[in-house]
């Protein structure tokens, strides 16, 4: 199994962007989750991507999420 097994805290910004965006439930959770799962990308938005989520990450921090179309 491969994979980021490191524990992401997610910013105040990050958790209100995951909001506004439709995330819903354990907000904090789901992010650190499609954190640890994202891969690797060049994105003027972030630096890691899950899915339909851009998401940047400075350290094990999460501070900032965008949705790309």
Known sequence: MSGDFRQFQVSD???AKGLALGI????DARI???????????HPSG???FE????S?????????ERID
């Open 24 to 27: 819903d439930g354990d907000v």
């Open 32 to 42: 650190a989750r499609m954190a640890r799962r994202s891969a690797p990308c060049t």
């Open 13 to 15: 910004h990050a958790y």
């Open 57 to 65: 990450i400075d350290g094990d921090t999460v501070v900032n999420i």
């Open 52 to 55: 339909d989520f851009v998401l």
């Open 47 to 49: 630096n890691r991507r």
